[in-house]
């Protein structure tokens, strides 16, 4: 007989799963566990100096709190071990090591990493057991079987069966307040003078200071500065600064939730992305506290609901279509988009002053709000016809809540429209009127906003109708640019030549 193999199991948890109700850690309570710092995780694209500080730090915060509780924690810290790279690496180390038998992981949040995995038992000769995540509040097949037959995906439809599924902002099987989205009551500009709260930030601790000095020795050479990292790198900070927000923003955030203001990177923003995306807050418990303000009378409905929305519908969304049409889903190129990502996108230095603030914030504090990153780098992105798989990379490196299940289709498809309309019914283009109307960059810029053309015009204002005139043939039969072509047609021929001219001229110098 066979001698029989002794079940040793080990459950691999990745550096955006720090949740203490993981699947993973809850099928096997008396698992021992391995977490590690890898070369190839993090140099995979140029993070942001901060999203590495903040990953790292948040890791060992969350290996730390593991071993309390009397888990049997392997961690490896970044450069510990030489010949270790990836994941497969360092579990096949600890087969080596202790004999393990039996690998449990939740589910990779990113497809290049599932794909690496599902090879893993040939490869190591283990048991691999891949577990839902079940942090998300749809799962894959909910989201398959509402995408099922259907010709458009739109947000608006699956948030609401999500609200039905969630109970989340519901009076029996209507809507709260009889309307779903009060998105039209999200658009205010801040009037003059007007001073955001201060908002809660933590200064590094030992841990993210030792994390530091390796981000600065190995990464030093990547996007951004370290000096002002003050994100929450545990849970208890993270709820910390939501309930703070909750007490201090979320009554205005309804209304600001568009605006932008120089030298405010933050306004009335929740700043809740990256402690989500890597597990220190649960996005059903921060959907519920935000309900609950708004049945205690603390906040009103168009707060209440915009937050819900972005949680509940965009981001389950944007995460079901991803693993719907991943693996080929970032190589389309809808308007053949293949121009060079200009330098001002790492350095700050141009003379707009609206993308000056949103890439001045985005390398101070790997941080710029949704319309910043919408209306401000991705509309200049998709006006300048700059090649999607380099601003792709860019949104990857930058944004300390960027991973690629949420970053690409947000950038590929809501920013870029370079899937030809499967995230968004049209492009989110605007030129500078729009930026006008939401902020208060144009008073300060170098550009004139009211000028539609020539040297001292704004850049938006004729690459908005560059962008329309080349793309004519794509976008000229789509039912919601119908207004924009009519105002076109009724363009006289000076201006239409004007706006052409002065966008070839600022392309050609585009570098
Ligand atoms: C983003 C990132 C970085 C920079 N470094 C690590 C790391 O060293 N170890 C780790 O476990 N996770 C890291 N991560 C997050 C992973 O890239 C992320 O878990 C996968 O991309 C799956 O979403």
Redesign the pocket.
């Known amino acids: 007989m066979p001698e029989k193999m002794t079940d040793k199991p080990l459950i691999l948890?990745?550096?955006?799963?720090l949740s203490p109700h993981l699947s993973s850690l809850a099928a096997a309570p008396d698992a021992p566990v391995l977490?590690?710092?890898?070369p190839d995780?993090?140099s995979?694209v140029r993070?942001h100096q901060q999203?590495?500080t903040l990953?790292?730090s948040a890791?060992r915060h969350f290996a730390n709190a593991l071993d309390a509780q009397g888990r049997k924690v392997t961690y490896i810290h970044?450069g510990s071990e030489a010949r270790l790279n990836s994941?497969a690496d360092a579990v096949k180390m600890m087969i080596e090591r202790e004999n393990i038998t039996r690998l449990i992981v939740t589910e990779?949040?990113?497809w290049r990493?599932m794909h690496d995995m599902q090879n893993w038992s040939d490869r190591l000769g283990i048991a691999v057991e891949i577990l839902p995540d079940s942090r998300f509040l749809a799962d894959h097949d909910m989201f398959e079987k509402w995408a099922d037959g259907k010709k458009q995906l739109r947000m608006e439809f699956f948030y609401r069966e999500m609200r039905r599924k969630t109970g989340l902002l519901m009076n029996g099987d209507e809507p709260l307040g009889g309307q779903w989205n009060y998105d039209a009551d999200n658009r205010k500009k801040l009037p003059k003078g007007h001073v955001p709260p201060p908002r809660l930030h933590f200064a590094p601790d030992a841990v993210t200071q030792n994390v530091m000095h390796i981000v600065a020795q190995h990464f030093g050479n990547h996007v951004g500065t370290l000096d002002k990292f003050a994100w929450p790198v545990t849970a208890a900070q993270a709820e910390e600064q939501f309930d703070h927000w909750l007490d201090f923003c979320l009554p205005q955030f309804g209304d600001y939730q568009d605006a932008m203001k120089t030298d405010e990177a933050f306004l009335y923003h929740g700043l809740v992305g990256a402690a989500i995306n890597i597990g220190l807050l649960d996005p059903l418990k921060v959907c519920q506290a935000v309900e609950a303000r708004y049945h205690s009378g603390q906040a009103p409905l168009n707060a209440v609901e915009g937050f819900i929305r972005q949680i509940l519908g965009w981001r389950e969304f944007i995460r079901g279509l991803y693993w719907l049409k991943m693996p080929d889903y970032g190589y389309s190129n809808y308007f053949d988009h293949h121009r060079a990502l200009p330098d001002f996108y790492y350095s700050g230095d141009t003379d707009m002053a609206c993308m000056r603030a949103a890439i001045g914030a985005t390398r101070d504090y790997a941080y710029a709000h949704h319309i910043q990153r919408l209306m401000v780098t991705g509309n200049f992105a998709l006006l300048a016809g700059i090649a999607p798989e380099a601003v792709n990379r860019w949104y990857l490196e930058v944004y300390a809540d960027a991973?690629?299940?949420v970053q690409l289709p947000n950038t590929h498809g809501m920013a870029l429209f370079a899937d030809g309309g499967i995230v968004g019914s049209k492009p989110y283009s605007a030129s500078g009127a729009y930026i006008n109307r939401m902020s208060d960059h144009c008073g300060d810029c170098a550009y004139k906003v009211k000028e539609p053309h020539g040297d001292t015009a704004c850049p938006f204002n004729y690459l908005y109708w560059d962008f329309m005139i080349r793309h004519r043939d794509k976008l000229g039969g789509n039912p919601r640019m119908g207004m924009v072509y009519r105002n076109l047609d009724k363009m006289p021929d000076e201006k239409r030549s004007g706006v052409v001219a002065s966008a070839a001229k600022f392309l050609e110098k585009l570098k």
């Open positions: 948890i990745l550096g955006d799963q977490m590690a710092e890898l995780e993090a995979y993070h999203k590495i990953i790292f890791m970044y994941f990779p949040a990113e990493l991973f690629e299940w």
